[in-house]
Every structure is written in C-alpha cells, then in structure tokens.
C-alpha cells in the first residue's frame, strides 16, 4: 500500500490523513482476513472431528481413508486460498489518493469537495502542466482549506467495525472451543491428528472397549481357522457355514452380537443380518446353512467392526469324479481272457472275484495334497509330504493329524488298540504330481488279516482288502478342505459258487414206456464256466446216481443250454440200454461241476424227477384220457363261440329294428325309447361278445399246445406210427393253428369294428354280419378239428378196449395156473 506520487505536491496535513486512512485499511484487513482464515479452518476441524464421531457411532469404522484425505485436502485449500484471498490479495492492492478523498468526501460531507479537489490539483501538477497566476492562487487556497478541514477528521468513523468483529469473535470462539477440547480430551485431539494430518488406518483402536476374533468352524472335527480380511477363506459348496466369535479377556463383552453378510451369487446378490447366538460367556455362534454363493461377513458388537468385509469364496469340495479297478482276475476264472480288466465302479459297490489283484484308480475334481483311506483292518494316510506337513503345521489340531505316508494296522477286535504302525516309504507315489488321480494296488483275499498282520509294508506289495468291508476315503486339497463324508467303496468279493441247474421235461410225462427217450430242456448257469454235464439216474431204491454224458457237453460257458438248439434244444436220456422192467421207477436228473481248483470243484443238480416203466398200451390210455379232456374242453369253447353267433345274429336284428326307427319321418316317444334300449343292448353286447371271444382264443391256443405235447410224448416214448402222427398233424394242430392265428384275429377284429361303429353313432348292421360270416367260417373249420378229435376217440376206444382184453386175458391165466396149483396139492395122499 504505497502512497501515490502525487502525494508529495499535497500539504502535509492532507498527506498524513490519507496515510493514516491507508494505515487503518491495512490493519482492517488483515485482522479480519486472519479471522476468516481461523474460522474456516476451525470449522473444518469441527466439520471433520463430528462428522467421523458420528460415523464411528453409527458403523463403528474408521471414517473412510478417501474422505479423511479430501477433508485435509480442504483445510490445506482453506489455509492458503484463504490467506491468499483475504490477507495477501487485499494487502496487495494499490489504494490511490483519489479512491481515499473519495471515500473521505462521502464519510464526512463537510469536507465539500474539498479534499479531492485539492488531490486533483496536485495530480495535476504531476503532469506538468503550468497554470495561470489565477489558478494557482485558487489551488493554493484549496489545498490550505482542505489541510485545515482534513486535520481534525475522525478517521475511525471510516470503517465498519461489525464484519471485523464478527470475524474475530467467531474466531476467538472457534479457537476457544479446539483449546477446551484439547484441555478437556486431549486423546480425540489425537485421535483427530492420527485419523486427519498421519492419516492412520485404524486410530480408533485405542478406544475401543470391545474387540472380536472371527473365527469359521471347519468340518470334519470342528476345527477352528481365523479369518483375516486380507485372505479370502475358501469353503465348501453346500456346507454350512458356522461362524464363531471370541472376545478376548481384557475385552468387554457385548450384550448383542450381530452378523451382516451378503452373498455374491449368478443371479445376483442379497443382503442379510442375524443375531449371533452366545454359547460362552465370550463366545458368539451362528450357522449359515448349506452356503451356495460366494459371501461378505461383518460381524458388529458394542463398539467393534471389522473394517473391511470378511471374504468368503465357495468352492467345490473335493470329490471323487470317477473310479476304476485294473483287474487281474485268478487264472482259474478264465476271466483274463475275455473280461474287461478296466472295471468302472458305479455307485459305491463293485463285485469282483476274490483273489483278483487290481489297482485302484481314482480321478478327483480338484488337486489334493493327501487321502486317508481306512477299514477296520487299517487306517492309511498317504500324499504329497511337503503339502501335508505345511497344512498340518498351521492348525490347532495339528498334532491329531494322521501321520502321512504311514499304515496303522488295526486288530480285528474293533475294541482294541492299534496292533502296530507301519512307514510306507512308496505310499507317496500313489498320488499323482498334480493331485489329479491316484492309483492304490490292493489285492481282494478273505484272509486280509492274517496278510496284513505278516505284512511289512517295505515292499510295494498289494494292500490286501478284506471283501464286503466298506473302503473309506477322507480327501484333503489344496484350498485345506477336507471331505465332510468319507467316500464309501464296497469290494464284494464273488465265492464261487456251485453251478445252478435249471430244468424241465418237455415232450414226456412221468409214465414212460422201456423204450422212451426222456427230453429235457433247461440251462446251467456258473459265474465262471461249466466244466462238465452229465445225466444222473437211480432205478427203484438205488441210493448212488449212475453218470450217463451228455450228447452236447459244455465247454467253459456261463451260461449252457441243453441239448443242440439245431434240433429243439433239448437233451434225451434214452431209456431202452437200461432194460427197464414194467413198474420199476426210474429217477433222474442233471449234474453240473465247474472249474473252480481253488476252493472246489463244486457240484449240484437239478430237478429230480420220478418216472414209472408202463407198457405201450398203458401209455395210450394215459393220453387217451387227456384227448379225452381236451376234447370236452373243446366242445365247450365250441359251444361258446356258437352262442356268440347266436347273439351277433339276434343283435342284428335289432340294428336293423333301430335303423327303421331312426328313418321314421314322425318318431314317438315310444320309438325313441325303444331305439335307446337298442343302442345299450348293441352297446353291451359288442363287448360281451369281445371278451368272451378272446377268452376262447386264449384256452383254444393252450388247446393246440397241449395237443402239441400229446403228440411229442408219442414220438419220445417211439408209440407213434406215421398215421398217427398224420392225424394229429392234419386233422389237428393244423387247422387249430390257422383258427388261432387267423380266424379268431378275424373275429375279434370284425366284433371290435362293430363296437367302434355303434360308439360313434354309426349304423352297425354291416359291421356285425361281416363278424357273423367270420365266426361262421371259424365254427366251420372248429366242428372239422372236432370230427377227428372224435374219430380218434374210436381209435382209442378199440386201444382202450384190446387194453381191457388183454386185462382179462392176464387174469383168466393167472386164475388158470392158481387153480393148477391147488389141483396139484389135492393130488397128493395124505402120510
């Protein structure tokens, strides 16, 4: 604020009244420029101090990092805009005379003109202009005049005191105010200076009254691993997630605990708060069930929050992916040569034979580090030493873990204690270098226990597994998460087991003739081969089986069917070598052995059946007496189906009684009734007729298979002559054939499209005297069937009556010679 140049030509007087005033400007504006500095930057402070008491009441954080920047950032801006703008800029302004007789001129009005013209006058000399005589004696009064006016100038009365004194009182509070609190509690001043100007992450620490340690509960074992929000803690998919927090001792303990979490999933994110639950006197707990997505946990207590969100990333548990057995089956199964020796297990079960050696293969979903395989005989730790050790090391239940790359052979009494500890020095190898795959060799034998109770475990030997033991697999992998539930494999180990002997007579009743050939059907069954076949028979009271072999013997098949399928897969017994007698019983059956030179060979047969030695005449009769009931059974399905064409034919009648009721131009009621009585008794008899039909066609069929029996039994007891045989085949199985397979599908397909017709309203008539002309042409060829079924009656009555001769004839010689022997005895005296 220097003075103008034009000053100097001014008198004195009026030259120290505008100095002055210059003065008390400057002192004006910097007092108030200083107080409005002060005043801003205590506001901040006050600004910035209540607003991160505020936020800690309400979250319990540290004011965020960005925030507490920007606030220092503005006291900093405020500090030097404010002194630049209200102290420096103010100060460096240039004041001219002028400006100061003006403001002068308008403070005090008596002053009329005079000041500033005095200042004009000289400013006008400063250019260098020279006046006339006159003028220079009237600016030489002016200024003399303006000197006396300005000397006795009250220069306060310039200023506008309020602004400077609000500006200073408000500063001087402000400043009051920061030095009682600093006097008051000098710790949230510090606190203040450790959050705002050191920038501090956690300067609330100091004083807080409540801190919590946030703990996961881990399965298996409820082990306890501390969460650090600095590490995102990998957990399970589907498990739950139990979180556990711990107050410490020199800690006040909240009354209420509360967890907010939210989870981060694919279709989208949620928000939550629960109440922990207290289940200690400084233990908090609660379970979030069966996590799915990815979560942020912030547990809030008294005064205490963690700052950043706890991370909790779910991921896939380690599981088993795939296992597959490399099998090396015994040699007497012959399995080796055409089984698969890759066996995939599916489920938790697989069947192999004992004594097969294999190595179990399994592929994981993710890396492990370790797996603890165990049964009742063993408990197995195996896997990459270094990562087991370091995992191990960072628990609490460290010294429970299982030592790695070691065996504990158990006793088979599950009460006792190990029975010894065994190194594996070669375990390490059964898992792969990527923790991807292992491959374990075990051997499947009944006497696993004595095996491992000899075993030393130095060689890499297989492991012997007991069978039928559940094998059970805990996972370890690289995120430290182990299994929740064992993996369960079940060996079954398949005994061999004697063969399984199915058979049946075919052809052949238990009456045969000395000349009969027995056929009999079936199949034998092993779980690894038949070796040998043979027919067993026993005559009357024998007690041992005499062997007979088989035409077609098996050779190593699972499955061996008798006989030769190229002429009907039977196999016969032939009677006639064994010069049966009338009435002696033959006994006979099919022995089976199999392969097995381990534990067996074992041995079984099937069905014993019982045969009784009659003569060709008491054979006919035997199956006299079931043409007999065939043929009666026969007349009755003729019977039906007749009664069947009885109905259609009456049923037609109606149709044609319905139509001319439905072309009547003027129908009655009585007509309408009697049309609607038509319909249901179409209606009832289309499927009365239907189901009667099928049901004849079902016993006709067995009909035909039954005669078909009738006429094998003939030929295998070698009775049948080829007229016979000719009769049968001509007179009787084949027309029954054709009436099965085509006049009864005829039949019932004409009767169904009768059925359909009326359903849909339709005229029926012709439908059902199509199905009349079709039972017709059945009913035709049944009475033909018929016919000769009785003309054989003829022929097997003449057999049955030179049967009944014969009979009569045995017994009149059997009288004869009991009479010659009584005679004889009569004949001779008495001593």
Not at 329 to 357: C, E
Request: proline letters at 5%; glycine letters at 6%; hydrophobic letters at 40%.
């Amino acid at each position: 604020m220097t003075p103008d140049a034009s000053d100097k030509t001014l008198p004195a007087d009026v030259r120290d009244v505008l100095n002055a005033l210059r003065g008390r400007i400057r002192r004006y504006v910097l007092i108030e420029g200083i107080s409005l500095v002060v005043v801003v930057l205590a506001g901040l402070f006050w600004i910035s101090y209540l607003t991160d008491w505020a936020y800690f009441r309400v979250s319990r954080l540290e004011l965020p990092s960005g925030l507490r920047r920007a606030f220092f950032i503005l006291m900093l801006c405020g500090l030097v805009g404010g002194g630049l703008t209200w102290i420096v800029a103010r100060l460096l302004r240039r004041l001219r005379s002028r400006a100061l007789a003006l403001v002068l001129e308008r403070r005090f009005p008596e002053l009329d003109d005079r000041l500033i013209t005095a200042v004009e006058f000289a400013e006008n000399l400063d250019d260098g202009r020279e006046p006339t005589p006159l003028r220079s004696a009237m600016q030489r009064r002016t200024m003399t005049d303006a000197a006396r006016a300005a000397k006795d100038l009250d220069l306060a009365a310039v200023f506008d005191r309020r602004p400077l004194r609000r500006s200073l009182i408000a500063a001087i509070l402000f400043v009051a105010s920061i030095a009682g609190l600093g006097i008051a509690d000098a710790a949230s001043v510090q606190r203040w200076y450790s959050a705002f100007v050191l920038g501090r992450e956690n300067y609330w620490d100091p004083f807080r009254r409540s801190a919590m340690s946030v703990s996961i509960v881990s399965q298996p074992g409820d082990q306890l691993k501390r969460l650090s929000t600095e590490d995102v803690f990998r957990h399970p998919r589907g498990a739950d997630l139990v979180v556990r927090v711990d107050v410490p001792d020199d800690k006040l303990v909240p009354d209420v605990v509360t967890l907010h979490y939210r989870t981060l999933g694919e279709t989208g994110e949620s928000r939550g708060r629960v109440t922990m639950t207290q289940v200690g006197d400084r233990t908090f707990r609660h379970v979030l069930t069966r996590a799915m997505d990815d979560h942020q946990l912030q547990v809030v207590g008294g005064d205490f929050t963690n700052r950043l969100p706890f991370r909790i990333q779910i991921v896939d548990p380690p599981r088993v992916d795939a296992i597959r057995l490399e099998c090396e089956y015994p040699a007497y199964t012959g399995m080796n040569a055409f089984a698969d020796h890759l066996v995939p297990v599916q489920g938790t079960q697989v069947s192999l034979p004992v004594g097969t050696s294999c190595v179990l293969h399994a592929e994981f979903n993710k890396p492990l580090t370790g797996v603890r395989m165990r049964c009742p005989l063993f408990d197995l730790t195996f896997g990459r030493t270094e990562d087991l050790s370091s995992q191990a090391a960072v628990h609490a239940d460290a010294a429970s873990t299982p030592r790695i790359n070691r065996v504990n052979i158990l006793s088979a009494d599950a009460s006792e204690s190990a029975v010894r500890s065994l190194s594996l020095p070669h375990a390490d190898q059964w898992l792969s270098n990527d923790g991807l795959a292992m491959a374990i060799p075990v051997v499947i034998a009944t006497d696993a226990a004595e095996a491992l109770t000899a075993w030393n475990g130095a060689s890499n030997l297989p492991l012997p597994v007991p069978p039928d033991v559940p094998l059970q697999f805990e996972l370890h992998d690289t995120d430290d998460i182990r299994s929740t539930e064992p993996i369960r494999l079940t060996i079954n180990g398949m005994e061999d087991m004697p063969p399984i002997v199915e058979t049946r007579l075919k052809g052949i009743g238990r009456s045969i003739t000395r000349l009969a050939r027995i056929p009999i059907a079936g199949q034998i069954m092993d779980d690894y081969g038949v070796a040998a076949a043979s027919f067993g028979h026993r005559i009357d009271g024998q007690s041992e089986y005499a062997r007979t072999e088989l035409a077609v013997g098996p050779s190593g098949q699972k499955q061996f069917a008798l006989g030769d399928a190229r002429v009907g897969a039977v196999e016969r017994f032939n009677v006639l070598p064994l010069e049966l007698s009338l009435g002696q019983k033959l006994i006979l059956t099919v022995f089976a052995r199999d392969a097995d030179d381990v534990s067996g060979p074992h041995e079984s047969h099937g069905e014993v059946y019982s045969f009784t030695v009659v003569s060709n005449e008491d054979l006919l009769a035997i199956l006299y007496d079931k043409e007999l009931n065939l043929r009666q059974r026969f007349e009755q399905i003729i019977s039906e189906v007749q009664e069947a064409r009885d109905d259609l034919v009456a049923q037609h009648r109606l149709s044609l009684e319905a139509r001319a009721l439905r072309n009547k131009s003027q129908p009655t009621e009585a007509d309408e009734a009697q049309r609607d009585d038509i319909s249901a008794s179409l209606s009832a008899a289309a499927d009365r007729r239907l189901n009667s039909l099928r049901k004849n066609h079902t016993e006709t069929r067995a009909i035909e298979e039954l005669f078909a029996d009738i006429r094998e039994e003939l030929v295998n007891n070698r009775v049948d002559t080829s007229t016979m045989l000719a009769r049968i085949d001509g007179g009787i199985l084949t027309p029954l054939h054709q009436i099965n397979e085509i006049d009864y599908p005829q039949a019932d397909q004409s009767i169904a499209l009768f059925r359909l017709v009326h359903s849909q309203k339709g005229e029926p008539s012709g439908e059902i005297h199509t199905a009349i002309r079709d039972l017709d042409v059945m009913l035709e060829r049944m009475a033909g069937v018929l016919n000769e079924m009785r003309r054989r009656e003829t022929f097997n009555e003449l057999v049955k009556r030179l049967q009944s001769i014969r009979d009569k004839q045995e017994e009149i010689r059997n009288l004869t010679r009991d009479a010659k022997f009584r005679s004889l005895f009569d004949t001779i005296p008495d001593p």
